[in-house]
């Protein structure tokens, strides 16, 4: 299925000439969906018309030629919607006190200031109660690894940052802000993000290359003392544990006993091994671009020889093809296309397919649909979405309230149990092993689950009243 958008566009119409029937009909031929008019302006010889059409991104430029083509119709403006709503940006800044007057100035600025500057630095740790330091996530990039599209540089990170600020703020009223570094260099944006630090209650690393992203996260977790969490490696981790756990069930079968194949060992597919593997994975083999991984093997990157080391029991050898033999999961977290349906088809029975590669899966969902017991895709138009945004808001939230020092494994196990959690027994069936990101109980359940996580893990420094 092709990846839909929507457009808006303006067209004058002679009456004499056209009608909007025939304008509907050209649009709907090339493979569009008109589903707003809004008239601009009419006379007794033309008229003027906004049209919002949906469509798949590649009949856009057919459905212009199709429409510009028309006698009497002049294309005078497209605008793509989503271009419009990052118009100056998705986020801003809102005073929490109004400043009317003198005497409110002096209270919010200076002269009253002062005395709440010398109570932190007389102790560090009122920042989080007297700044927006308790409630402040920095959202940091370097570009390197943005979506699917790579290495695009900072600026152009920038509009994913500002979503995901808006998305912490809509979903669990954390205030968030993107800081997109013009490096890549590692030592440097360790520094910048230990430099930034005081303003911050917790760190988002986001759209940071491999293997890079490792050393990043490993050496600001040891060094700084607030949370850092590198979301596209563990909150895909734990998303996919919350709908492997319910997939499972559906299944009958157990995790600690199947069999699960990843494919894919950057920073997602590294971090999904870790945290299937504490869960109580036993049997996983993790496959990448040299074949499985083997613990008596070599590799290039400190963290394929740690999954090495503690995965693959059997020792197989080979790609997937190979490897994926009798498999009850595989979890693909790589490119489109490396998945076909006779690797599928030699899986053992009831089989579950998570195919994550975005924008377009490992394999097609429709193809592979018939052939497996549960499919589960990174898309929203698809059933059973793996979607980061389940995730990352209640981690968070919870974190800051207990004003956690990391987010550890027990933290990101407890998460993904919350959020599988949420998909009651009575619900539970093979096209519904996941919440929607819409679903409110989402972030209250991971909330409390990673609240109660960090305290039995000795990690809180804060118990909020309803847990003491």
Wanted: net charge negative.
């Amino acid at each position: 299925m092709a990846l839909g958008t929507s457009m808006i566009i303006r067209l004058q119409m002679d009456k004499k000439q056209v009608t909007f029937g025939e304008v509907a009909g050209a649009i709907g031929e090339a493979g569009g969906d008109v589903v707003a008019i809004d008239v601009i302006h009419a006379s007794p010889e033309s008229t003027t018309r906004d049209l919002t059409v949906n469509l798949p991104e590649s009949v856009r430029e057919m459905i212009l030629q199709s429409v510009g083509a028309l006698t009497g119709v002049k294309v005078v403006n497209v605008s793509d919607r989503t271009f419009l709503a990052h118009l100056g940006g998705k986020i801003e800044i809102q005073p929490k006190t109004p400043v009317k007057n003198r005497e409110d100035l002096s209270h919010v600025y200076t002269p009253g200031v002062a005395k709440v500057c010398m109570a932190i630095h007389e102790d560090k740790q009122k920042a989080f109660s007297l700044t927006v330091k308790r409630n402040m996530v920095a959202v940091v990039s370097d570009g390197t690894a943005v979506l699917g599209l790579g290495d695009i540089g900072p600026e152009a990170a920038m509009p994913v940052m500002e979503g995901k600020a808006m998305l912490f703020k809509q979903f669990a009223d954390v205030d968030a802000f993107p800081i997109c570094l013009n490096t890549t260099d590692t030592e440097e944006i360790i520094n910048a993000v230990k430099w930034m630090a005081p303003t911050f209650g917790g760190i988002n690393l986001e759209d940071i290359s491999s293997p890079r992203c490792f050393e990043i996260e490993r050496r600001l977790t040891e060094e700084l003392d607030i949370p850092v969490f590198h979301d596209d490696q563990h909150g895909t981790a734990v998303v996919v544990l919350a709908g492997l756990l319910n997939a499972l069930r559906i299944v009958g079968k157990s995790l600690e006993t199947a069999k699960i194949v990843v494919l894919g060992v950057g920073a997602a597919g590294a971090a999904c091994v870790k945290m299937l593997l504490s869960a109580g994975a036993r049997n996983l083999i993790a496959v990448d671009r040299c074949g499985a991984l083997v613990s008596d093997e070599e590799y290039p990157h400190e963290m394929w020889n740690w999954i090495a080391a503690n995965s693959n029991p059997d020792k197989l050898r080979g790609d997937l093809t190979e490897v994926i033999q009798g498999a009850d999961v595989f979890v693909g977290v790589s490119r489109p296309g490396l998945l076909s349906i006779n690797h599928i088809q030699t899986m053992a029975e009831d089989r579950i397919v998570f195919a994550m590669a975005n924008p377009d899966p490992e394999i097609d969902p429709e193809v592979a649909e018939p052939y497996v017991r549960v499919l589960a895709t990174g898309r929203s138009d698809y059933p059973n979405q793996i979607n980061n945004v389940l995730c990352f808001p209640g981690i968070f939230r919870g974190a800051l309230d207990c004003r956690a020092s990391v987010i550890n494994e027990a933290m990101k196990v407890a998460a993904a149990k919350a959020i599988a959690s949420v998909v009651k027994e009575d619900e539970l069936n093979e096209l519904y092993i996941i919440p929607g990101v819409f679903n409110d109980q989402v972030v209250k359940l991971v909330r409390d689950g990673v609240i109660r996580a960090a305290i039995e893990s000795g990690v809180a420094r804060r118990v909020p009243q309803e847990y003491r």
